[in-house]
Nanobody, 121 residues
Framework: QVQLVESGGGLVQPGGSLRLSCAAS????????MGWYRQAPGKQRELVAV???????SYADSVKGRFTIFRDNGKNTVYLQMNSLKPEDTAIYYC???????????????WGQGTQVTVSS
């Protein structure tokens, strides 16, 4: 069973920084993409940043220039460096991995349990 283990959330003041990390609990034969989503109270889950297998990245307009996604391919781990945090960044952040565990298994979306990020003075 594939589990995504997240860490790094917490409480930070506006303008501060946090780094989130997410690691797959088992070896994946193929990873198409890894990314971060977030969901604020009363809002729908939204894509924050994604990195595909070739290394290309994409970001939500609201975080461009402030957040950076990067990956350790050997460890199937993805990170989200968040700088210049704003109160509107407050949300639960979820890690996503799209990939295959084995050659005979289909490509599947896996999700982490979520980690709370709160930006407040």
């Amino acid at each position: 069973q594939v589990q995504l283990v997240e860490s790094g959330g917490g409480l930070v003041q506006p303008g501060g920084s946090l780094r989130l990390s997410c690691a797959a609990s088992v070896y994946m034969i193929g990873v198409n993409a890894m990314g971060w989503y977030r969901q604020a109270p009363g809002k729908q889950r939204e894509l924050v940043a994604v990195i595909i297998s070739g290394g290309s990245t994409s970001y939500a307009d609201s975080v461009k220039g402030r957040f950076t996604i990067f990956r350790d391919n050997g460890k199937n781990t993805v990170y989200l460096q968040m700088n210049s945090l704003k109160p509107e960044d407050t949300a639960i952040y979820y890690c996503n991995l799209r990939g295959r565990r084995g050659f005979t298994e289909p490509t599947t979306d896996y999700w982490g349990q979520g980690t709370q990020v709160t930006v407040s003075s």
